[in-house]
């Protein structure tokens, strides 16, 4: 008489542990679609932005000086007379524009100062210098 051992009632070595992770993932993906939709930050009545394209141009001039000296004005060449007549009319009609001067790391140092002191003579305040940004 021999005791045949069903395969059902065999005692289980190891624990599937694939439906718990199943049912972590759900879980997770229901607390972060919960969180996130349920954080709307706080409320403003922003202003409303009209549709039409805006035909203004930037107003923030850019005076690049050259390895060599060339001075330009955003992108066209200028000498020192065209750059005063220049900002004096931009001086006319918009009072208080910004204005920056990118020198190249090998120009003179007298030429970056000319520009500098033309923009002191033409009583522009709003001035800024450009440099690059070190990375470590």
């Given at each position: 008489?021999?005791?045949?051992?069903?395969?059902?009632?065999?005692?289980?070595?190891?624990?599937?542990v694939t439906p718990m992770l199943d049912l972590a993932y759900v879980l997770l993906v229901i607390f972060i679609i919960m969180t996130t939709?349920?954080?709307q930050?706080?409320?403003?009545?922003?202003?409303?932005?009209?549709?039409a394209p805006s035909l203004a141009k930037p107003t923030t001039k850019a005076i690049t000086i050259t390895e060599?000296?060339?001075?330009?004005?955003?992108?066209y060449p200028v000498t020192m007379a065209d750059l005063e007549a220049r900002l004096?009319?931009?001086k006319a009609?918009?009072?208080?524009?910004?204005?920056?001067i990118k020198g190249d790391a090998k120009v003179q140092y007298e030429k970056v100062i000319d520009v500098l002191d033309l923009c002191g003579r033409l009583d522009i305040t709003?001035?800024?210098l450009v440099t690059a940004r070190i990375v470590k």
């Open positions: 008489m021999s005791a045949k051992v069903q395969a059902g009632s065999e005692p289980y070595d190891e624990i599937n939709a349920s954080v930050g706080i409320k403003v009545n922003l202003p409303k932005a009209s549709t060599d000296g060339h001075i330009f004005l955003d992108t004096a009319q931009f009609v918009t009072p208080d524009f910004p204005v920056v709003q001035l800024g």
